[in-house]
């Protein structure tokens, strides 16, 4: 590092630590970071040496010897607090193999005997904590601030590779450490759906599972399919010698280890290790960032010890992440479903992680104006997650003369209306969704979708029937005719018959799949269930005002007042009809009474079963109960599953609220309590 004055060495390190602290907050606590673990990486690195330097600056509070925090400045989820028996600790790393042999050459000087390492792949995750008793999980907590985390237990146990008991001979109590991640495969799906619904898609798949991992909905949190490595155990007394025994027993027990853990007996075995997974990694279900290398031997661990920050044992080598240099030859702008407006940069070819990258989002004006990218410019692609294509950086030295500012668009390409953005919002939108080409057919496709009505039809039909006018809204369907249908290029009898069978077929499609199928912004397929289970009905939606949706769980402002402008509309009121009188379902079905011995009683449930919470709701109802989302005065029962809602047992004892597990529940309706 050049020179540097005492006071400008102070503003430096002042600057840093505030630019630090904010990309700690936006990573932790927003699931959002802005710039990538190599360039907060070399920040972190920078800050070090400078307190090295001036020591006088050092501080307590610095990021460089606190570990970053996921839990939230203003308590926006309903988690409980749980301080860590054991500090939480995160690893130092590095991305130089320089350094990695300096980390072997420390060890050398306290530990003088030959030294084994166990290599393990750093899962690209957020951090998690589980704590057995005898053999049973008893809680689950994030890494917090290392000091206390939020308890998540709810959602953990709806994760399927983390068992709830364990088999074998197991200890009585331990700690055992790891990463919940999100794979490619779900990670896709999850983006994909969030698209639909215009939500911001995660920018890649730790992000996802962080976020994920802290959603209110334990049944939402089950359909993101999770996952999950453990990678370090702690306790009194565990019967181990070795890192590497105690991952084998822990794995033999029943949790989820990785297979792809191994002992090494030299820092050159460690480098031959790295070099395998630099390239290998792109073969992976997975996203890893790197390599971890701990001491195998827990008695040489426990002599070497931690940091403030770390422990002296381990350490992490990150790989760079994959990028390449190419130009920026034009944006398209693209409409879609809901109006959405999303530029794409179209990129002269380039190979980048085993695949040619010809084309990248830009997301929205927001992000185009935070590049200040320019038509011409050369820039840097990187792949989120080894997944999708983004744009990073421009590269200003390379910028040509001719470069031009893209004019985001004022009015929609594919209609010509004029484009809205709503308040607080980054898109902008097309607000003609009943005469925008794209939007119309784009929301057919939705509407026959496997997840909403199950049409046999695709995108190639839907385009030849708006062509010939058969069809502009979603009730034309249904009064299709075999002699349209064989119009359509290469259609015969067959066809024909198969799409009329299944359109008769998706009149018995229930009513939460029929609601999901309008397509109304921001609603996706768990919330329609919610909405539909909730209040029963369409016409029940359509009645409800601002305040009553906003009281459902993971119904927010934006989604309530989407719902609310869509009713709004006489020519959506307009297709509800004509759809329920082509016969579709726009009601819950009734659950089935099978008695009355709940008849007059009030249940809420909250937590974890042995089947999902809306199974347990329709078997009260059976049985003559209702059921409510929240405690009060009027609550005979409170049905509390594994970890439940905090708030609801407190309110529950204070009102003097009887509370029942899932067993007694059973046993209530039997007759035998």
Known sequence: ?????????????????????????????????????????????????????????????????????????????????????????????????????????????????????????????????????????????????????????????????????????????????????????????LNAEREEIDERPFANPRNAASGSLKLQDSNEVASRGLACVLYHMLGEDLPFTTHSEAIAAAGSWGLPVSEHSKVVDSIEDVNRYIDYWDTERRNLPFAIDGIVIKVNRLDWQRKLGYTAKSPRWATAYKFKPDRALTKLLSIDYQVGRTGAITPVANLDPVPLSGTVVKRASLHNKDQMDLLDIRVGDFVYVEKGGEIIPKITEVDLAKRPADATVPVFPKYCPDCGAELVRDEGQAKHYCPNSNNCPVQIKSGFVHFISRKAMDILAGDATIDQLYEKGYIRHLSDLYSLTKE??????????????????????????????????????????????????????????????????????????????????????????????????????????????????????????????????????????????????????????????????????????????????????????????
């Open 1 to 189: 590092m050049a020179k540097i004055s005492k006071s400008a060495a102070k503003e430096r390190i002042d600057q840093l630590r505030k630019e630090i602290n904010g990309h700690n907050y936006n990573y932790y606590v927003l699931n959002s970071p802005v710039i990538s673990d190599f360039e907060f990486d070399l920040m972190l690195q920078e800050l070090a040496s400078l307190e090295k330097m001036f020591p006088e600056f050092a501080s307590a509070d610095s990021p460089t010897v606190k570990v970053g925090s996921d839990i939230a400045g203003k308590k926006t989820f309903e988690f409980a607090t749980r301080t860590h028996r054991y500090p939480m600790l995160s690893l130092g790393n590095t991305y130089s193999r320089e350094e990695l042999a300096e980390f072997s050459d420390r060890i050398s000087k306290t530990i003088p005997e030959p030294c084994s390492y166990s290599c393990e792949l750093k899962f690209d995750g957020t951090a998690i904590c589980l704590t057995y008793r005898h053999g049973r999980l008893a809680y689950a907590v994030t890494r917090g601030d290392g000091v206390k985390g939020d308890d998540v237990t709810a959602n953990v146990l709806t994760i399927k590779s983390i068992p709830q008991q364990l088999t074998g001979d197991y200890p009585d109590e331990f700690e055992i450490r790891g990463e919940i991640y999100m794979p490619f495969e779900a990670f896709n799906r």
């Open 484 to 673: 349209q249908l064989l119009t359509l290029d290469g259609w015969k009898d067959k066809s024909a018959d198969n799409l009329l069978s299944s359109l008769e077929r998706s009149k018995s499609v229930p009513f939460n799949r029929v609601f999901y199928a309008l397509g109304i912004r921001h609603v996706g397929e768990a919330n329609a269930k919610l909405l539909a289970s909730h209040f029963g009905s369409i016409d029940a939606i359509m009645a409800a005002d601002r305040e009553a949706l906003v009281q459902i769980d993971e119904v927010g402002d934006i989604m309530a007042d989407s719902i609310i402008r869509w009713f709004a509309d006489p020519v959506n009121l307009e297709q509800i009809q004509k759809l329920k009188q082509a016969g579709l379902k726009f009601e819950q079905e009734k659950t089935k009474k099978v008695s009355d011995t709940l008849s007059g009683s009030i249940f809420v449930v909250s937590g974890v079963f042995s089947v999902s919470r809306e199974e347990i709701k329709q078997f009260i109802e059976s049985h003559g109960g209702k059921t409510t989302s929240s405690v009060s005065g009027h609550t005979t029962y409170l049905v509390a599953g594994e970890a439940p809602g905090g708030e609801k047992i407190k309110k529950a004892e204070k009102l003097g609220t009887r509370i029942i597990t899932e067993e007694q529940l059973r046993e209530l309706v039997a007759g035998e309590i």
